[in-house]
């Protein structure tokens, strides 16, 4: 008897407390139609919209690989999250730590308003980021927070540790964001969402597979944009600069903007030239052969597997097939 009455006691003492948490953390009973995670976190409404979240391993990571196609969701009212899981603090050759990590946030907001997303960087070291158990949480959390529909990261065999470990710990949260019991704390996805690799070159042990590829012609000026916001990286050389390569004047940073935009719209064109013959069977012959600038994805194989006609719904600017 005794015992039951502790029990019952612990119960209720365990539920007030829980109802106080939830009163503090929020100042008002919790909204059924925007949940929010325990530890106060809001959960992204299901307003009809398409959630997309991107992990990059470093703040230009997302902006380089599906800055395009982040415009193009975002113009459509889709909701499109970049996440630079570390904070980029060695990526100067002449600042770092705090200063830099700081500043490189404040280029990849000013990024994110160029194309209409939201953009997270966590307070990881550059060039420290380990696949681990506690990283393992935060990726799926943020997943879960995000209520993904697509979520997309670097290939786990990648010439940069960064890059690759940012891969692994999407492929370990890929099954966990619908685990209950793993993070408890933040509501699991109801729905698997597609897991998605960003373009690459390298070879070995499998070469990128363009599963997707989406012509951003139409948003390339926009993209480039974007990308001259990163000035840290591309305008002062990032982490490889030198003194020599910095612009001294006015008309020498106006160079080195060019350079960026040419640079990148090379690049662009060759992802849409590689994947030439995946862009004329989701296009048709005519447009697939003439789109000038592209970005490409691979499907993961775990999480779901969508078909022709649900990647159609989750790239909603790819032609409807006739
Ligand atoms: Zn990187």
Redesign the pocket.
């Known amino acids: 008897m005794r015992r039951w009455h502790l029990f019952s006691l612990g119960v209720v003492v365990g539920l007030l407390v829980a109802a106080g948490f939830g009163f503090a953390r929020s100042g008002a009973p919790a909204d059924a139609d925007q949940p929010a995670t325990f530890a106060g976190v809001p959960v992204r409404p299901d307003d009809g919209k398409l959630g997309v979240i991107e992990f990059?391993?470093?703040p230009?990571?997302c902006e380089i690989r599906a800055g395009g196609v982040a415009a193009l969701w975002s113009e459509l009212g889709h909701h499109v999250k970049f996440v630079s899981v570390t904070n980029g603090d060695i990526g100067h050759w002449a600042i770092a730590g705090g200063p830099l990590a700081i500043r490189r946030n404040a280029e990849v907001q000013a990024a994110a308003e160029v194309l209409g997303v939201t953009s997270e960087v966590l307070d990881i070291h550059d060039g420290e980021l380990m696949p681990t158990l506690e990283n393992r949480k935060i990726i799926t959390r943020l997943i879960r927070q995000w209520n993904a529909d697509v979520v997309i990261a670097h290939r786990p065999n990648d010439y940069?540790p960064?890059?690759r470990y940012t891969g692994v710990l999407m492929q370990d949260s890929a099954y966990m964001v619908g685990v209950p019991f793993l993070c408890p704390d933040t509501p699991p996805l109801k729905k698997s969402p597609v897991f998605l690799y960003s373009y690459d070159r390298f070879q070995t042990p499998t070469p990128f597979r363009p599963d997707v590829v989406v012509s951003i012609d139409g948003v390339i000026e926009q993209k480039l944009d974007a990308l001259a916001t990163l000035e840290s990286q591309f305008i002062e050389g990032g982490a490889m600069g030198s003194a020599a390569r910095m612009p001294r004047n006015a008309a020498e940073r106006e160079q080195a903007h060019q350079r960026l935009r040419d640079s990148f719209k090379r690049r662009c064109a060759n992802v849409a030239d590689r994947c030439r013959d995946k862009l004329i069977e989701l296009y048709g012959e005519e447009k697939g052969k003439n789109v000038r600038f592209a970005e490409a994805f691979e499907i993961c194989e775990y999480g779901r597997q969508p078909n022709a006609e649900e990647l159609r719904q989750l790239f909603p600017f790819l032609p409807k097939k006739d």
């Open positions: 990059g391993a470093h230009d990571d940069h960064d890059h």
